[in-house]
């Protein structure tokens, strides 16, 4: 089942300007990941954030987690066109069996 | 890095029919590796984790005699989808992870269309 939401569902904005998503999630993790979603393609890991972490950075990405409030957010600076794409973030939960749940998803879209 | 691929990209079948899907990690030998369905503007949701010569662990609500994975070795995994119907269309995505290791990598997808 999906361990939580992202929001907003979905977002416009212009080439250039900075997009925000959110997620939350319910239980304790070991890491939350980003993933980015073509239309109808694989998914591409982007970042990688652990639980003892608040903050990463890569290249045009920046994500930052609070365990205490159970959520994350992903920051794309000077995004371009080529970034539009669903984006996921996913929980590796504490325990055992190492699966990744995936939130609902944020469909980006920059328009040129 | 690691890459991992799926055969068939895409498939279409007759209702009834079975199809496999091949998940193969070309570069890495994958200590488990799980199978997801998205369904169209959804995420993806975990079907099954296989763990390379075990039974397959699936998650609540998903039928093992329709869903069979088989995980014959550490570089492949399939998925057969039995007795197919047009509810089962899907994308149909692979991962695999390394023992130890926290990233899972995807395969490509499979879209499954049952007519």
């Known amino acids: 089942s999906q361990q939580g939401e992202e929001d907003p569902q979905a977002l416009s904005i212009q080439e250039g300007e900075n997009a925000t998503m959110n997620c939350s999630y319910k239980?304790?993790?070991?890491?939350l990941q980003w993933y980015r979603q073509n239309s109808g393609r694989g998914l591409v890991h982007l970042i990688l954030?652990?639980?003892?972490?608040r903050e990463k950075h890569s290249g045009r990405l920046r994500v930052t987690l609070d365990t205490s409030k159970k959520s994350s957010s992903l920051l794309i600076t000077a995004s371009r066109a080529a970034d539009t794409a669903s984006y996921f973030c996913?929980?590796?939960?504490?325990?055992?069996?190492?699966?990744?749940?995936f939130g609902s998803g944020t469909q980006l879209t920059v328009l040129p | 890095g690691a890459v991992v691929s799926q055969h068939p990209s895409w498939v279409i079948c007759k209702s009834g029919t079975s199809v496999k899907i091949e998940c193969r990690s070309l570069?890495?030998?994958?200590?488990?590796m799980f199978w997801y369905r998205q369904f169209p503007k959804q995420s993806l949701m975990l079907m099954a984790t296989?763990?390379?010569?075990?039974?397959?662990?699936?998650e609540q609500g998903v039928e093992k005699d329709k869903f069979l994975i088989n995980h014959a070795s550490l570089t492949l995994s399939t998925l057969t989808v039995t007795s197919a119907h047009p509810e089962d269309s899907s994308f149909y995505i692979c991962?695999?992870?390394?023992?130890?290791?926290?990233?899972?990598?995807f395969g490509p997808g499979t879209r499954l269309t049952v007519l």
């Open positions: 991962s695999a992870r390394v023992g130890g290791s926290d990233t899972q990598y």
């Open positions: 239980t304790s993790i070991n890491n």
């Open positions: 954030i652990r639980s003892n972490e």
């Open positions: 996913a929980t590796d939960a504490s325990g055992s069996a190492r699966q990744l749940t």
């Open positions: 570069d890495f030998q994958a200590t488990t």
């Open positions: 296989s763990n390379e010569g075990s039974k397959a662990t699936y």
